[in-house]
């Protein structure tokens, strides 16, 4: 299914840095996720070019960039995973991937302002009342300035009669990457919510795509604190039916289960949900209202989490990440994050394999039609181009096969741990040759 139908996207266009690209990856957090767009096509291309095969160890068909593909990161190779992580192959029948769900979706845009200071804008997308007739609906549009806007082939604009469905439904906070924006994988959080629940995803005020348009933003160390208490705002929202602010969703929605998920920055953002983040300016504390973490090519620097506090994430995780991200590789990151977060269970490592950082976004759905549109600027079309080299390119796993996966893993998870389900691999099926799942 084609996924966008695109009217002018200037105001996106010069915001696909969404969550960062080339960065070093052992920075602090926030700075590798906020690392500004100046990667370029040569870079990163030489970084593909200079994949080598990982150690025998691994499950078959991974590769990764090589350590001088980007200065300073790093070593940005696959590593195996521990001895206590061996990979599991307990499926028998071949892959069954899942299609779009059985719901309907509308999507409605809200403003928390319960935190005068730092208003959040938060789209919050939720299965559809089966009574409605969704020819009278009109398409959801994703709108970055007025006349700037993208159109869902899938979801509807919420309306006073395009209310949800009768619930409960397990609620999904979305963490979007530094730069990006509530929406920039809304092809993720539709699919989420046509199969049954209630996604929220707010823009983190202050590390937004305006911010980065506009050269502003506020200070990493700040970033690094208000981003979790932002999602712990949204769910104590969408978890109050008293809340009118939220909608008809918010009554809709199962206060005891809740998971969190996020790319980048937002999987930095998702792992202090679980274990809590300490600065120099300042605490948050993990909220135990989280029953599970999906962290998506997480920013996990050595100097965002230590050993001991990963150790700490006691929650069922599902990590998914694309073997050949050259912004945050899958060592240190993920690496560092599998081996340390032993109390996790069940506990997913999932592996794209010829995946980047930027298959995580929507940003591929944009790269043909933007060039075409009027008037737009050179370095729009440039910024497109530059960005899209880290998950666009020729030999990128392509964004239909992205989303067919990384659903298909992240819903069977989801069912397993929040309903009881068959475990992911019994679920699924055998993994096929271009997906690498670990299981502990």
């Known amino acids: 299914m084609t996924r966008r139908t695109l009217a002018p996207i200037v105001a996106l266009a010069l915001s696909v840095a969404a969550c960062g690209s080339s960065g070093d990856a052992d920075e602090t957090a926030a ?13 990163a291309t030489e970084a593909r070019a200079s994949t080598t095969t990982a150690p025998d160890t691994l499950l078959p068909g991974t590769t990764a960039p090589s350590t001088n593909a980007v200065p300073a990161t790093t070593s940005p190779a696959t590593t195996a995973p521990s001895a206590t992580s061996a990979p599991t192959a307990d499926a028998a029948e071949p892959f069954t991937p899942v299609d779009d769900g059985p719901y309907d979706v509308g999507v409605q845009t809200i403003t928390l302002d319960d935190d005068p200071s730092r208003p959040l804008t938060v789209d919050v997308w939720f299965p559809l009342d089966a009574s409605i007739e969704t020819a009278t609906l009109t398409p959801a549009q994703y709108t970055m300035l007025p006349g700037v806007y993208y159109e869902s082939p899938l979801a509807f604009a919420a309306t006073p009669d395009a209310t949800s469905a009768d619930g409960p439904f397990p609620l999904v906070v979305y963490s979007h990457g530094s730069g990006g924006l509530r929406y920039i994988h809304s092809a993720y959080t539709e699919a989420l919510a046509s199969h049954g629940y209630v996604v929220a995803a707010p823009d983190h005020t202050g590390n937004t795509a305006v911010e980065r348009i506009t050269g502003g933003g506020d200070d990493p160390a700040v970033i690094s604190l208000d981003r979790p208490n932002d999602v712990r705002r949204v769910i104590d929202a969408m978890t109050d039916p008293a809340d009118v602010t939220a909608g008809s969703a918010a009554a809709n929605v199962d206060p005891e289960q809740i998971v969190v998920t996020g790319h980048s920055f937002g999987g930095f953002t998702t792992i202090a949900m679980a274990i809590g983040y300490t600065n120099d300016l300042g605490d948050f504390a993990a909220d135990d209202r989280v029953d599970a973490i999906v962290p998506l090519a997480p920013a996990v620097s050595s100097n965002s989490f230590s050993d001991d506090a990963l150790a700490t994430i006691d929650v069922p995780m599902m990590v998914v990440v694309g073997t050949d991200d050259v912004t945050t590789p899958v060592d240190p990151n993920v690496t560092r994050l599998w081996d340390n977060a032993t109390l996790s269970s069940p506990s997913y490592r999932v592996e794209l394999v010829a995946g980047e950082h930027q298959s995580f976004t929507d940003l591929c759905a944009y790269l043909d039609d933007v060039p075409s549109l009027p008037d737009i600027p050179p370095v729009v079309v440039e910024t497109i181009e530059v ?18 996966l990384l659903d298909t893993y992240v819903l069977a998870f989801l069912d397993e741990v929040l309903a009881g389900g068959p475990t992911v691999l019994e679920a699924t099926g055998t993994p096929p040759d271009d997906v690498n799942v670990v299981v502990r």
Not at 31 to 43: G, L, N, S
């Open 31 to 43: 700075d590798a996720a906020t690392t500004a767009p100046e990667v370029t096509e040569t870079a």
């Open 387 to 404: 960005m899209s080299v880290e998950g666009c390119s020729e030999g990128d796993m392509t964004p239909a096969r992205v989303a067919e």
